[in-house]
């Protein structure tokens, strides 16, 4: 009695090693590589990103430490030694005796962490408001683009000074300093959600009358099942750019207001912060507690707008 082999079964899932060979052969990647400006600027993010997440163990003095501060290294210049510690301060020191390099990492870190978080809070909420807008149409369309239309009427930064002054008054002064930095997400992030909203719906427009959407209806998708699963994966695309170039929108955003005195409190330094900081001094000749906070502030927005315009590029397909 003879027995037919079984069939082999077909794999479901790839291997991390066939993953990482399509993705080599991608035109993403293939673009990525023949772009000195995205090599760059990815090398650039990526050398701050992890400065900023190991500040604890880089940075030569914990810079927010009043124990490991000595005043007598106060304004210390460049590459000078401090007369209390005998510290080298390679970019010297503030009226506190500072280091510099080393609030540069706790800066940073903090900056990043409030851009990212509102970009996502920015995105999750402009998503799901341009897949209603786009999918449903109708009154809920008119209603959703309108308020974004009102919002893109004003300066971002206007709409989250209101939104930063309407938070702050309603929050107990004793719980500010805690909350600081959520009712900055929080600003930010609403000053900016309108873009992914009309970005989302005019793409959700063109697909919703696709076939693989109508074939979905037929087989009985709910419509956020249809939204979720169909429809967001093929409207990430201008998405990612968004994001990408919004997350520099959204550091200086946060730098300006930290500036301006709204924004973080001192005891939780960002970059506009210390620029706020060392302002106070730059007519005084300590020059250097105001450049090296506002130069880094201007790498990391060039570095991350430089990736942002070569994916704008790279996922163009009228430019391949």
Same mark, same amino acid.
């Given at each position: ?160 000074? %209101? ?33 992914? !909203? ?44 968004? !994001?990408?170039?919004?997350? !520099?929108? !959204? ?19 960002? %970059? ?49």
């Amino acid at each position: 009695m003879s027995h037919r082999a079984a069939a082999p079964q077909p794999r479901l899932k790839l291997t991390w090693k066939e993953r990482v060979a399509i993705w080599r052969d991608s035109d993403l990647w293939l673009s990525f590589k023949a772009s000195p400006v995205a090599i760059m600027s990815t090398a650039v993010t990526l050398l701050i990103v992890i400065a900023a997440i190991f500040a604890d163990v880089l940075a030569p003095q914990d810079a927010f430490d009043p124990v490991a501060l000595n005043l007598l290294d106060g304004f210390a210049h460049p590459m000078e030694r401090g007369a209390g510690s005998n510290m080298l301060f390679v970019m010297g020191s503030d009226e506190q005796g500072r280091d510099i390099f080393s609030a540069l990492f706790y800066g940073t870190r903090l900056s990043l962490l409030v851009g990212v978080a509102s970009v996502i809070f920015s995105m999750v909420l402009g998503i799901g408001l341009g897949l209603l807008a786009g999918y449903l149409g109708g009154k809920i369309e008119m209603l959703i683009m309108r308020v974004a239309d009102i919002q893109l009427s004003f300066p971002a930064i206007l709409i989250a000074l %209101l939104i930063f002054g309407v938070a702050r008054g309603l929050i107990p002064p004793q719980q500010y300093e805690t909350t600081a930095v959520f009712v900055i997400i929080i600003a930010i992030g609403l000053s900016n959600w309108a873009q992914y !909203a009309r970005t989302v719906r005019a793409s959700t427009l063109v697909e919703r009358n696709k076939e693989y959407v109508q074939a979905a209806r037929l087989m009985g998708i709910s419509g956020f099942g249809i939204m979720a699963r169909h429809v967001l994966p093929n409207v990430m695309g201008p998405v990612l750019v968004i !994001a990408t170039i919004n997350l !520099a929108l !959204a550091i200086i955003e946060e730098a300006t207001l930290s500036f301006l005195g709204v924004g973080l409190p001192i005891t939780q330094p960002s %970059l506009g912060t210390l620029i706020r900081s060392g302002q106070k001094f730059l007519l005084s000749g300590e020059w250097w507690i105001l450049f090296f906070p506002a130069m880094m502030l201007v790498i990391l927005a060039l570095a991350i707008n430089l990736l942002g315009d070569w994916l704008r590029d790279a996922l163009n397909p009228k430019l391949r």
